[in-house]
């Protein structure tokens, strides 16, 4: 399955907070957006994901316009995890994680098999009965990002993850970014929202650098995660180093007039 953004665009207020963006997540690869506070990454997952409708331009799946698709059809092969995720009711972790499920219409032995891998797989087994709303930042993203995994099926083709790792520790960053990882590697289009340029390099595949609504640049990592385009990215200085083929982030600001 693939997801392709064609000279996408979206409008707010009559200002433009996204335009003429192309983008194709293929299967098998994992594609990090990366850029500053307003760019625009958060509007491009929604349209990805079919919850905005764009301006201008096409998302198609699979060659069909993506609004073209039903919603269940969406569900089916799409998973998405938005950074809002509001919850106010004391269900427990395992009854959020099985909402994630209903796309699928499991039999009940097998859905409850089928998020109990993920609860697994996410280190959320022993935190299964506790109720949601009495669990920290970090636990309960990780919660979101079980559900949204236990969406996951046979016809899913992309995932969409808004900064899913933002609030973990970094044990956590880790285990759940592997996991997607490797979802990856078994044929997913997977997207990440990240902020993080270590976690973005380490797991990544291909990055969109993306500023002011704008493609900055796009490619795989070891040629787009470049000391001078980071700098220009985020308009603080940007030194790329490597050490045994790993490269390692450090950002400084040459002067105190930066922040005046």
């Keep these: 399955m693939v997801l392709t953004a064609q000279g996408l665009g979206w409008q707010r207020l009559g200002r433009r907070v996204l335009q003429g963006l192309d983008l194709t997540l293929a299967p098998g690869t994992l594609t990090v957006v990366l850029g500053p506070n307003g760019a625009g990454k958060s509007t491009l997952l929604q349209l990805l994901s079919g919850l905005q409708l764009p301006s201008a331009g096409a998302v198609l799946l699979d060659g069909k316009n993506l609004s073209s698709w039903s919603e269940p059809q969406r569900a089916r092969r799409v998973a998405v995890m938005t950074q809002d995720q509001p919850l106010d009711f004391p269900f427990t972790v395992e009854e959020v994680v099985r909402l994630g499920a209903w796309p699928l219409q499991l039999p009940k032995p097998e859905e409850r098999a089928h998020c109990h891998l993920w609860l697994e797989r996410l280190d959320l087994d022993a935190l299964a009965t506790r109720n949601y709303l009495q669990l920290s930042g970090g636990e309960r993203q990780r919660v979101q990002l079980a559900r949204v995994l236990a969406q996951c ?33 078994t044929g997913l289009a997977v997207l990440l929202i990240l902020h993080d340029l270590s976690l973005a390099a380490h797991y990544g595949d291909r990055v969109l650098l993306l500023k002011g609504g704008q493609t900055l640049a796009q490619g795989p990592v070891g040629e787009v995660m470049t000391g001078p ?31 005046q």
């Design 153 to 185: 099926g046979g016809d899913t083709g992309a995932l969409l993850l808004d900064e899913p790792v933002s609030a973990m520790d970094l044990r956590h960053q880790h285990l759940c970014l592997r996991q997607l990882r490797r979802l990856a590697n």
């Design 229 to 259: 385009r980071l700098s220009a990215l985020y308009d603080v200085g940007v030194d790329v180093s490597f050490a045994d083929g790993t490269p390692r982030f450090r950002s400084f600001v040459e002067d105190d007039a930066f922040f």
